[in-house]
């Protein structure tokens, strides 16, 4: 945790803090949330003052980061599902036509209809190539809208990652860029995911800052 910019004072009530609260700083979501620098020095504020402003402070930035991880954690489940929604649609459409797709065509009679509609299907949602056809087949509107606001390479990634389920080593040995390029990417298209589905589903609410 950088706690560069705290005084001396804050420093060793933080560190007395995280000392003396040890089994706290075990769960993730606590050691996260410190890591931000306004979080640790909201927390030393209320240390040196002990008065119920600066703990209200504390609570509402606490309440705020752990809404934005279970938005978070929201926009992934979602993105994944609308995936499977796919899926299951391509898989009823080829369970229907199934007979259909038995049928020899060319000269040579040795190829089917089906290899024709399944090289088609496969470069249609080649997601690598074209990631805005997944987009484009999302049925929740708020998705829909917030998968728009992602650059190309955002999208890319948030595709490959939360609807093609690839890790970032595979999406790095895909685009030939490095896991740490992917890492950010997937977190900075996450936090844009969150931020403008969250703003567009709670109008009424202040967008923290």
């Given amino acids: 945790m950088n706690v560069h910019f705290l005084s001396d004072e804050q420093k060793e009530l933080f560190t007395q803090y995280q000392q003396t609260h040890s089994p706290l700083f075990i769960n993730w979501i606590i050691r996260h949330f410190f890591e931000t620098p306004e979080h640790v020095l909201l927390l030393c504020l209320f240390l040196q003052t002990n008065d119920q402003e600066s703990k209200d402070c504390l609570e509402e930035a606490f309440r705020?980061?752990?809404?934005?991880?279970?938005?978070?954690?929201?926009?992934?489940?979602?993105?994944?599902?609308?995936?499977?929604?796919?899926?299951?649609?391509?898989?009823?459409?080829?369970?229907?036509?199934?007979?259909?797709?038995?049928?020899?065509?060319?000269?040579?009679?040795?190829?089917?209809?089906?290899?024709?509609?399944?090289?088609?299907?496969?470069?249609?949602?080649?997601?690598?190539?074209?990631?805005?056809?997944?987009?484009?087949?999302?049925?929740?509107?708020?998705?829909?809208?917030?998968?728009?606001?992602?650059?190309?390479?955002?999208?890319?990634?948030?595709?490959?990652?939360?609807?093609?389920?690839?890790?970032?080593?595979?999406?790095a040995e895909t685009l030939r860029i490095s896991q740490q390029a992917v890492y950010k990417t997937r977190s900075a298209a996450l936090n844009k995911l969150s931020k403008f589905m969250y703003k567009r589903s709670t109008p009424n609410v202040k967008e923290a800052t």
């Fill in 64 to 171: 705020r980061f752990f809404f934005a991880i279970r938005f978070s954690k929201y926009v992934r489940s979602t993105i994944r599902y609308q995936a499977v929604v796919q899926d299951r649609r391509r898989q009823r459409y080829q369970d229907k036509h199934h007979m259909i797709l038995d049928k020899a065509i060319g000269e040579d009679g040795e190829s089917t209809l089906g290899d024709h509609v399944l090289a088609e299907t496969r470069e249609a949602y080649s997601w690598t190539g074209s990631p805005e056809r997944f987009r484009s087949a999302v049925d929740n509107e708020l998705l829909f809208e917030a998968l728009g606001e992602l650059t190309q390479k955002q999208l890319l990634v948030t595709t490959l990652a939360y609807s093609q389920l690839y890790k970032d080593t595979e999406i």
